[in-house]
């Protein structure tokens, strides 16, 4: 287990982070969703404190409220504190990292159930684009699965099932806890140690990397909804390929404010949509460049058309210099604004280190600094091919507008 201890005297909060390699990209068809149950049951009880109510008020009661995530590579716990409360905050987070009681199964079971019902439409199909994009994008792979399994899958989980996933992954392999805050560094990590000392070292599970893409891929998903949402992902590099630092600077150009590219095109010129977004995703083996817009029904296939416009002529021109001076310097100045921020100081040096980039701000900073525009029109040719399209298109429309998003997807060039 990896532990890091960030001091921030300037800040007047603490943080306690803990990364754990887990998530719907290391289960089974069968377990899809049963990391995500687990950090439900995070919450339910310890045995100090055996009740979900009980579990609450003590963190409460010390300043902080736990916060838990899951996403398809990675789970998280977070909380902040005020720091005077931070070292009696630690053992309570170690208890909940080490010993949850699964108790109250039914109860959480009947939460995530309906949480996974604002995925789903009065059928029960799968109308969530988040989703449905991976799942085009990465068929038959546990990267195209939801995060939150199916209600079936839910249904079969229970305590020595739960038991053994908590077992499998909460090892130290497979975690980084680390604390940001106004504190002395060295007394924090022997506690640290001492809390967690006792966790199995386990095994960092292996991934097994996506099969290549080699065309375009399409899928219509009816909705009765005033607007059409459409997703459009490009397979793109791993987190750990050279190419992504230029590939972070590509995804800035185009959507990085008001001022960038795609809102510039299709809402202030266009007034196609209220808004439009860009994304980068980067997994250990692979990655999405993932953009999203929502329009009247009618107008989803000029919406398309006008986003392959954008990447087409990103692809084929290149950022100007004045793009991409902008885009560095507003990632210098937010990661300068994370300095301020134990939450997000806590959460990078997480990540960087359960990631294996391990990667301090500064030469994150560095390293982005020195991307050269050749880079970043390399790296637009390279992601913005057909080879690589994925795209999604959640709405109402007949067959001859789902035809015409087809043929748009299929014919981009």
Same mark, same amino acid.
């Given at each position: 287990?990896?532990? =890091?201890?960030?001091?921030?005297?300037?800040?007047?909060?603490?943080?306690?982070?803990?990364?754990?390699?887990?998530?719907?990209?290391?289960?089974?068809?069968?377990?899809?969703?049963?990391?995500?149950?687990?950090?439900?049951?995070?919450?339910?009880?310890?045995?100090?404190?055996?009740?979900?109510?009980?579990?609450?008020?003590?963190?409460?009661?010390?300043?902080?409220?736990?916060?838990?995530?899951?996403?398809?590579? @990675?789970?998280?716990?977070?909380?902040?504190?005020?720091?005077?409360?931070?070292?009696?905050?630690?053992?309570?987070?170690?208890?909940?990292?080490?010993?949850?009681?699964?108790?109250?199964?039914?109860?959480?079971?009947?939460?995530?159930?309906?949480?996974?019902?604002?995925?789903?439409?009065?059928?029960?199909?799968?109308?969530?684009?988040?989703?449905?994009?991976?799942?085009?994008?990465?068929?038959?792979?546990?990267?195209?699965?939801?995060?939150?399994?199916?209600?079936?899958?839910?249904?079969?989980?229970?305590?020595?099932?739960?038991?053994?996933?908590?077992?499998?992954?909460?090892?130290?392999?497979?975690?980084?806890?680390?604390?940001?805050?106004?504190?002395?560094?060295?007394?924090?990590?022997?506690?640290?140690?001492?809390?967690?000392?006792?966790?199995?070292?386990?095994?960092?599970?292996?991934?097994?990397?996506?099969?290549?893409?080699?065309?375009?891929? @399409?899928?219509?998903?009816?909705?009765?909804?005033?607007?059409?949402?459409?997703?459009?992902?490009?397979?793109?590099?791993?987190?750990?390929?050279?190419?992504?630092?230029?590939?972070?600077?590509?995804?800035?150009?185009?959507?990085?404010?008001?001022?960038?590219? =795609?809102?510039?095109?299709?809402?202030?010129?266009?007034?196609?949509?209220?808004?439009?977004?860009?994304?980068?995703?980067?997994?250990?083996?692979?990655?999405?460049?993932?953009?999203?817009?929502?329009?009247?029904?009618?107008?989803?296939?000029?919406?398309?058309?006008?986003?392959?416009?954008?990447?087409?002529?990103?692809?084929?021109?290149?950022?100007?210099?004045?793009?991409?001076?902008?885009?560095?310097?507003?990632?210098?100045?937010?990661?300068?604004?994370?300095?301020?921020?134990?939450?997000?100081?806590?959460?990078?040096?997480?990540?960087?280190?359960?990631?294996?980039?391990?990667?301090?701000?500064?030469?994150?900073?560095?390293?982005?600094?020195?991307?050269?525009?050749?880079?970043?029109?390399?790296?637009?040719?390279?992601?913005?091919?057909?080879?690589?399209?994925?795209?999604?298109?959640?709405?109402?429309?007949?067959?001859?507008?789902?035809?015409?998003?087809?043929?748009?997807?299929?014919?981009?060039?």
């Amino acid at each position: 287990m990896r532990l =890091l201890a960030v001091p921030m005297p300037h800040v007047h909060r603490s943080v306690f982070e803990a990364q754990i390699r887990i998530g719907s990209r290391f289960e089974s068809a069968e377990e899809n969703g049963i990391s995500h149950f687990l950090e439900h049951m995070l919450y339910r009880g310890t045995p100090r404190h055996p009740t979900a109510h009980d579990q609450a008020l003590a963190f409460e009661t010390l300043g902080g409220t736990l916060q838990a995530a899951t996403a398809k590579d @990675f789970g998280s716990l977070q909380i902040a504190m005020p720091p005077e409360r931070f070292l009696d905050m630690l053992p309570l987070l170690a208890e909940v990292y080490q010993e949850p009681l699964m108790s109250g199964i039914e109860i959480e079971r009947g939460i995530v159930h309906e949480e996974i019902l604002e995925t789903l439409d009065e059928g029960g199909n799968l109308i969530d684009a988040d989703d449905l994009l991976g799942a085009v994008a990465f068929p038959g792979h546990p990267l195209g699965r939801p995060i939150t399994g199916a209600p079936e899958q839910v249904q079969g989980f229970d305590p020595p099932r739960l038991r053994r996933h908590h077992q499998q992954f909460y090892v130290g392999q497979s975690t980084t806890l680390v604390a940001a805050g106004p504190f002395e560094p060295e007394q924090v990590l022997r506690h640290l140690e001492q809390l967690f000392g006792g966790v199995p070292s386990g095994l960092r599970q292996p991934v097994l990397a996506p099969g290549a893409q080699s065309a375009p891929a @399409f899928r219509f998903v009816p909705h009765a909804a005033s607007q059409t949402c459409l997703r459009v992902g490009f397979r793109a590099p791993s987190f750990l390929d050279p190419r992504e630092p230029a590939t972070q600077l590509l995804v800035r150009v185009l959507d990085d404010g008001l001022s960038t590219r =795609l809102y510039e095109h299709i809402c202030d010129r266009k007034g196609l949509c209220y808004d439009v977004a860009a994304c980068y995703e980067a997994y250990e083996d692979v990655g999405m460049v993932d953009l999203s817009a929502e329009s009247a029904n009618e107008r989803a296939a000029e919406v398309l058309r006008e986003l392959f416009a954008v990447v087409s002529r990103l692809r084929d021109e290149g950022p100007t210099d004045s793009e991409l001076d902008k885009a560095k310097q507003r990632h210098r100045w937010q990661l300068q604004m994370m300095l301020d921020d134990p939450e997000e100081v806590a959460a990078h040096f997480a990540m960087s280190e359960l990631g294996r980039t391990e990667l301090h701000p500064a030469e994150r900073r560095d390293q982005l600094a020195a991307v050269t525009r050749e880079q970043v029109m390399q790296a637009a040719r390279e992601l913005f091919q057909s080879s690589g399209l994925n795209v999604v298109a959640v709405g109402a429309h007949g067959r001859r507008n789902r035809e015409r998003l087809r043929e748009l997807t299929l014919s981009y060039t």
